[in-house]
């Protein structure tokens, strides 16, 4: 295994240097326990030895199997408690620990007969309970100290005792996901260590696991990222893009902050928004599926009515209105599916610009009247060959073509997504959606909904249609996600259920990547939602809690379409689909006097032909 | 002074030749002899690419040769390795060239832990501006390596502030665009160093983007402290595959020999 290399150097060399809180997961004892580990990625991973009082315990003899099945890149640490020099040897020799941590009344003679019987990295564990107890802390020769308030009974100790150690720490009792980035900023540990805080009921339990890590990392990393950044959601956001790109990003954050309170610019947007796209959109009461559900009220929000058939139109006129009085005369875009591409080609046909849009050569085929729709519009469309050919490869195409013409392009981005102030923009544009349900909600039922839902691929209808509920702590914010085959499988696009923290596309954020950071690539029956990224206010949302991401399958998308057409006399686009799918789950588990809204956020006539070959019929446009 | 400034320090006319490859490609056993051929060819820093999957600041050429690399499943653990197995005959010196979330997957602190002990010199990362720097720079400087910062045509102003946080050798794109070949370089070139220069007339500025032949990479050097080929050596490993060594020594010989003749 490639990454065996890297075990075990880490812990000395690191101590003297600054970075992110590294995250110890103490007290494994089941193969099951390190799956989880692996998935949630902790720097240290830790084994109570030989020590039968505690129910973590794992015996000597048993403690390779279970420490082999431990993913590279994870250090693995045996915890003992007095147990004999030559044990310990023993165990780091075979490759089966890379640190010991000593638990027990070890002295100063045990630590020095240790490291003449091998090279193991020693953590020294302390009860701080006294300012006494931190100086014997800072007199131990270990290579790293762990302060705690006692036997790992797991209560919180007073963490103002550890404030004044002068050596680098991990502080470990009591932390959990609710308050470990709490402890970070209160104290500023080196690492932290977890056990009775990621179990319930005396076992490892993999969501507080997954939800601790996830905590001190985006804690850490909010202390990680450099202080001139722009655009941060929490900690995602940031402009991560080539130096070339760097001043056009920062005119286009000029101008638009200029133009977003121009009275004028504003009432050419509106004109636009109401005599070209057919704005407002409807608020349609869906009687039908109300009545078949048996829960709460079903309210649609029928962005699928635009011109164009999408919410797509809303981002697009803004910025093609911004770009014009940039100065800038020829648009240029990505696209999925062709809906993007073909709102931003009505766009530039109107305004009379020039307007190039790159496709991955595997969607232009899959999309063969939307080339030829934008062909019409006069457009032109550009293959994109590189990588896999689809929706990542247009976008990074995209990006490309920008760094070699500035001067005169803009880059009409698509989604809530992309460097700053792209999130900004496109979300600020998109939020029309979120206006005007807010206001026909309360029009017609006088409160607020009780749920708002909508599909996330990149994720700008989603925030359009939360944006000004974002404050209404009473209204419950559901985003759905293309699961694809199964989160469980490859084949998802799930990005919140499924990726890792990231880098890419100019974005700090979540992103579906194997464990080396390279792009993974992604499937969903939706051509809009397959994007291995999601938008960093998405992310922002999710770690705050304040928005749910949930999974939809292909099978389960599919289902919705075909039921909303039936039920309602509405064919949704299958990206839309994945949020009526959920609604068709939530609506019946709330009561009658509650309401709903789903957004439409565009019409499947584009989509007949897939789902029908889906269903086994052989259809072709 | 840090390893990377050392190595243009240590050339002939303290001008330094940095040519680029990818690091898997076409397979790792070929990227160490074409580390070696090239150091003994007059390389005076080598940019080592760790293959990204969307590599969105490079042109065709080295695009296709990170896929290629990724599909031998080159991983950032080998690509280490393989400079492990260089250190044990050769001490050039060494910069990684890949991009941010390459670094940031690894971890930062891990990463640039791993490359100081196989004493490289730090790391180009072209989706890392400014403003996003110092999120890698701090662990970095902590390990004693450079987070190299680049100046494209278009930073006019920026080139004052970007200068003055800079470490190692400021990276002058030559050209708009991605990487690759080019006939004609039509930036003025002088003028982009000379704003380097006002604020830190010590740190070395070489440039890359566009650079193909022995003239080109001379005329560069003159108006610079440097010049960096990449595209044209690459696509000579993707022509010639196995072959490569001694037809890329040949060719670095040349350039370096330009670079090392410039005034």
Redesign the interface.
Same mark, same amino acid.
């Given at each position: 295994m490639s990454g065996k290399g890297a075990r075990g150097e880490g812990l000395a060399a690191s101590l003297g240097a600054t970075g992110p809180t590294r995250v110890k997961l103490c007290g494994m004892s089941r193969p099951e326990d390190i799956e989880t580990v692996n998935e949630a990625r902790p720097d240290y991973v830790g084994f109570v030895v030989d020590f039968p009082r505690s129910h973590r315990s794992v015996a000597s003899e048993e403690l390779p199997a279970l420490s082999t099945l431990v993913a590279p890149g994870i250090q693995r640490v045996g915890v003992f408690v007095d147990a004999p020099v030559e044990n310990v040897a023993r165990l780091f020799v075979r490759g089966a620990i890379d640190v010991a941590q000593l638990h027990g009344h070890e002295d100063e003679g045990y630590i020095a007969r240790l490291r003449s019987a091998c090279g193991v990295p020693i953590i020294q564990a302390f009860s701080v309970r006294a300012a006494s107890d931190v100086a014997c802390a800072e007199a131990s020769s270990a290579d790293l100290v762990l302060l705690d308030n006692g036997q790992g009974t797991g209560e919180a100790f007073d963490w103002s005792l550890v404030r004044g150690v002068r050596r680098p720490f991990l502080l470990a009792g009591g932390l959990t996901a609710a308050n470990v980035a709490q402890a970070m900023a209160s104290v500023h540990p080196w690492g932290v260590d977890m056990s009775s805080g990621i179990e319930t009921d005396g076992v490892k339990d993999r969501q507080k696991i997954l939800a601790a890590v996830r905590a001190v990392q985006a804690e850490g990393s909010k202390m990680g990222n450099s202080s001139a950044s722009r655009g941060r959601f929490g900690i995602h956001g940031g402009q991560y893009i080539p130096e070339t790109l760097m001043n056009a990003v920062l005119e286009l954050e000029e101008a638009y902050d200029h133009y977003k309170n121009d009275p004028e610019f504003n009432a050419e947007l509106t004109d636009l928004f109401n005599n070209y796209a057919g704005r407002p959109s409807r608020l349609y009461f869906a009687t039908n599926m109300t009545a078949d559900l048996g829960g709460a009220k079903v309210y649609l929000k029928r962005e699928d009515l635009n011109h164009t058939g999408a919410h797509k139109i809303n981002n697009v006129l803004g910025q093609a209105l911004l770009a014009q009085k940039m100065g800038k005369t020829r648009l240029i875009a990505e696209t999925g599916a062709g809906q993007h591409g073909v709102a931003t080609a009505t766009a530039a046909a109107l305004m009379g610009m020039e307007c190039v849009v790159y496709m991955g050569r595997e969607d232009m085929e899959r999309q063969a009247l939307n080339v030829y729709r934008m062909r019409l519009l006069g457009a032109e469309v550009r293959g994109v060959d590189a990588g896999t050919a689809t929706l990542k490869d247009a976008v990074s195409e995209t990006f490309r073509e920008w760094t070699q013409r500035i001067d005169d392009t803009h880059y009409c981005l698509g989604s809530v997504m992309g460097p700053h102030p792209f999130p900004t923009i496109v979300r600020d544009f998109q939020a029309v959606i979120s206006r005007e349900s807010r206001a026909q909600m309360l029009e017609v039922e006088g409160k607020l909904p009780d749920a708002v839902l909508a599909c996330v691929g990149g994720g700008s209808n989603a925030i359009g249609s939360f944006y000004h509920y974002i404050h209404d702590e009473g209204v419950r914010l559901i985003g759905c996600e293309a699961a694809g085959r199964g989160i469980d499988t490859w084949e998802t696009a799930a990005t919140i259920n499924t990726g890792r923290l990231g880098i890419f596309h100019g974005m700090k954020s979540y992103f579906c990547q194997d464990e080396y950071g390279q792009i993974a690539p992604v499937y969903s029956i939706s051509a809009g939602l397959d994007y291995p990224g999601v938008g960093p206010e998405h992310a922002a949302l999710h770690d705050s809690g304040r928005a749910e991401y949930v999974a939809i399958t292909d099978d389960e998308a599919v289902d919705a379409f075909e039921y909303l057409s039936r039920t309602e006399g509405v064919i949704p686009a299958i990206e839309s689909a994945h949020a009526v799918a959920y609604a068709m789950k939530l609506a019946p588990s709330m009561r009658p006097d509650q309401t709903m809204i789903v957004t439409l956020s565009g019409r499947g006539d584009k989509d007949v032909a897939a789902i029908a070959r889906y269903r086994g019929e052989d259809l072709h446009e | 002074m840090s390893r990377i400034a050392d190595a243009f320090a240590a050339s002939p006319n303290g001008k330094a030749f940095i040519p680029f490859i990818t690091a898997g490609d076409p397979t790792l056993a070929v990227t160490e002899k074409l580390v070696l051929a090239m150091a003994d060819a007059g390389a005076d820093l080598i940019e080592l690419g760790i293959p990204?999957?969307?590599p969105?600041?490079e !042109?065709?050429v080295i695009?296709d040769a990170n896929?290629r690399a990724?599909r031998n499943r080159v991983?950032?653990?080998?690509v280490f390795?393989m400079v492990e197995r260089v250190r044990a005959c050769s001490d050039v010196p060494l910069v990684i060239m890949t991009y941010?979330?390459?670094?940031?997957?690894? !971890?930062?602190?891990?990463f640039?832990?791993?490359q100081a002990?196989l004493g490289m010199g730090g790391v180009i990362l072209?989706?890392?501006?400014?403003?996003?720097?110092?999120?890698f720079d701090?662990?970095f400087s902590?390990?004693g390596l450079d987070v190299v910062s680049?100046?494209?045509?278009?930073?006019?102003e920026?080139i004052r502030s970007?200068a003055a946080d800079a470490k190692g050798f400021v990276y002058c794109?030559s050209s708009? !665009?991605?990487t690759g070949v080019r006939s004609q370089i039509t930036t003025d070139i002088g003028a982009m160093v000379s704003l380097v220069k006002d604020v830190r007339p010590d740190l070395p500025c070489a440039v890359g983007f566009g650079i193909s032949t022995p003239e080109q990479a001379a005329r560069m050097a003159a108006a610079s402290d440097g010049a960096i080929v990449g595209s044209a050596i690459v696509k000579l490993i993707g022509e010639l595959r196995e072959g490569c060594v001694e037809p890329v020594a040949t060719y670095v010989r040349d350039l370096a020999a330009a670079v090392h003749s410039a005034r």
């Open positions: - | 990204f999957s969307d969105t600041a !042109g065709p695009q896929l990724l991983t950032t653990d080998d390795a941010a979330n390459v670094v940031f997957s690894y !971890g930062i602190e891990r640039a832990a791993r002990e072209p989706d890392v501006p400014h403003e996003e720097k110092e999120e701090v662990p902590a390990a680049l100046i494209a045509p278009t930073s006019h920026r970007i794109v708009l !665009g991605v």
